[in-house]
């Protein structure tokens, strides 16, 4: 088996995502390899929202930092001594293999099967579908 030695885990806060996070977690402690827990706002879903509440990207961001420090405490106590966490805007279908991957020089992505939002995955295709496509190391889709 590949050692590992830069994951990304992309979480939403979906029961799958959490368990992602467990795998990635045992993979880090396993391959003693950094950590990227990121969570992408994918601000496409809110332009029709926006227009009736301007308070919803602002709380989609809380949300994710909340996520993101909760993720990143249980990783660090789980024994994960590089851990970083990333916050940004836009495609997860993108930010997470073209522009995070690159940057953290990533050799796996872990991400769940599906996500939160069943009605995009229906109608545009899954994320971690795209995820697996376009990135360039190895990506580890979880399931229940």
Do not use: W
Request: with cysteine; glycine share 6%.
């Amino acid at each position: 088996m590949a050692e590992y030695n830069n994951m990304l885990v992309a979480v939403d806060g979906s029961e799958e995502s959490k368990i992602a996070l467990n795998k990635a977690i045992e993979l880090a402690n396993d391959n003693n390899a950094s950590l990227v827990i990121a969570h992408i706002i994918d601000t496409r879903t809110f332009a029709t929202i926006e227009q009736y509440d301007r308070t919803i990207v602002s709380r989609a961001e809380n949300y994710g930092q909340e996520l993101l420090e909760q993720y990143k405490e249980k990783a660090e106590h789980a024994g994960i001594e590089d851990v970083t966490t990333i916050i940004d805007f836009g495609s997860p279908k993108v930010k997470i293999p073209k522009d995070i991957a690159k940057q953290y020089g990533i050799d796996l992505i872990l991400t769940g099967a599906t996500g939160l939002n069943a009605v995009e995955r229906m109608l545009i295709g899954s994320v971690s579908e795209a995820i697996a496509r376009q990135a360039k190391c190895d990506v580890l889709i979880v399931r229940s």
